[in-house]
């Protein structure tokens, strides 16, 4: 089972049988075959819903549930009875996206003020099922099918001049999403119908106006909100990122260098069905060999 995975205890005719009151229902969860009682005994009374909601623990492990069901029949006499399932805690999805290299930038203006130099990553998803990015609540996400959970994916890049002294006055000014059209598919998360081409320029600031100067620093921008309109993505689809770099090439100043780049880290935050309360975090560039992905940015 998975975080907010859910275990229901309920009664189909003839149980109970007739003049049978359920008083309350307790769940009790220890570590099998140790008998580690894990967390505190959840006791519902009467009338339920009697459901038990299941929290992350250790991957593989596997837990006994006991199940204490309390009742009396019409003359008062009590009765309690035991059911005992046993669960195994699903190993966590890794990301979804392999970390890549930068490419080199691509010049426009140049020795102009401002010259914009863009850098396009490209992300694929190497996962089972689709990369959701936005579900505005339980019952309306932007592609089906439905995560069950509202949820906001974000992105946070760090950058800085990769050339110093040259390119101080470097800054991050905008955001280009692109993903191209995507077939139906259908897998163990259901069927996604054919998603629409998806292309959006998300501006994060206004040059020389309201914009992060590099400076001599490494700066970190976001985390900011992806478009709230991005669709998921399918797997085996790719998308590309492109942030674009502006700064003054007047009088001889250089474009940015091949190498090194100017983007340090890309991470992006998303979350996927079979874990659907769980978000995870995950270095498109920049991951740490001790990486913390896929619980936090590297």
Known sequence: MNSGDTVTTHWVAPNPPAGTTINSVAYELTVWPQGTQVGSIQSIPAPGPYVYTWSDQTDLQIYQLRITITSHDALNNACTEVRVKYIQDQQAAGCFFNNVTPPGPQFNNIHSNPETDTVTTTLTNTGSEPIKFNCASALSCVSLPLLGQSFQGQV???????????????????????????????????????????????????????????????????????????????????????????????????????????????????????????????????????????????
């Open 156 to 298: 946070k890049f760090t950058w800085h001049s990769p050339d110093l002294p040259n390119h101080t006055d470097l800054q991050l000014t905008d955001i280009v999403w692109n993903i191209p059209a995507q077939a139906p598919q259908t897998g163990t998360w259901g069927t996604s119908p054919l998603i629409p081409a998806y292309s959006n320029t998300q501006g994060i600031c206004s040059y020389n106006s309201n914009c992060t100067l590099a400076g001599n620093a490494t700066i970190t921008t976001g985390p900011l909100n992806v478009p709230s309109n991005m669709p998921d993505l399918l797997p085996g689809n790719s998308m590309t990122i492109r942030v674009s770099f502006k700064f003054d090439s007047r009088s001889g100043r250089p474009s940015l260098p091949s190498s090194p780049s100017a983007l340090l880290k890309t991470c992006l935050s998303y979350r996927i069905i079979s874990e659907n309360t769980v978000t995870k975090r995950c270095n498109l560039v920049g991951q740490s060999g001790s990486t913390q992905n896929p619980n936090n940015c590297d």
